[in-house]
């Protein structure tokens, strides 16, 4: 089975950076994306960003764009949310996820098929 594990979630002013970490053990064979999902208290889960396996194509929903930086290392079988300029409507538990690429006309999106358990971010005012 193919498990990912999220990490560097917590407690940060607003204005503040935090940067998540998810790392993928277990059997993977295919080029997989790996994307960061997250769900604020009351919402539904929201896709943030993704990134392809080679790292030649990124998406990040326009709330997010020019502040968080997706990023990966299949070495370490890692990936990074680098996350800027942080704002209290960021707080949410973060979810990693990995599954297929699809390229679409609105841009990258993934089809998951392994996720975290969460990592909570809160932002404070």
């Known amino acids: 089975q193919v498990r990912l594990i999220e990490s560097g979630g917590g407690v940060v002013q607003a204005g503040g950076s935090l940067r998540l970490s998810c790392v993928v053990s277990?059997?993977?064979?295919?080029?997989?994306?790996l994307g960061w999902f997250r769900q604020a208290p009351g919402k539904v889960r929201e896709f943030v960003t993704a990134?392809?396996?080679?790292?030649?194509?990124?998406y990040y929903v326009d709330s997010v764009k020019g502040r968080f930086t997706i990023s990966r290392d299949n070495a370490k079988k890692s990936a990074y949310l680098q996350m800027n300029s942080l704002k209290p409507e960021d707080t949410a538990v973060y979810y990693c996820?990995?599954?297929?690429?699809?390229?679409?006309?609105?841009?990258?999106?993934?089809?998951?098929?392994?996720w975290g358990q969460g990592t909570q971010v809160i932002v404070s005012s």
């Open positions: 996820a990995a599954g297929d690429p699809e390229q679409t006309t609105a841009g990258l999106r993934i089809q998951p098929w392994a």
């Open positions: 990134i392809t396996w080679s790292s030649d194509s990124t």
């Open positions: 277990g059997s993977t064979f295919s080029r997989y994306a």
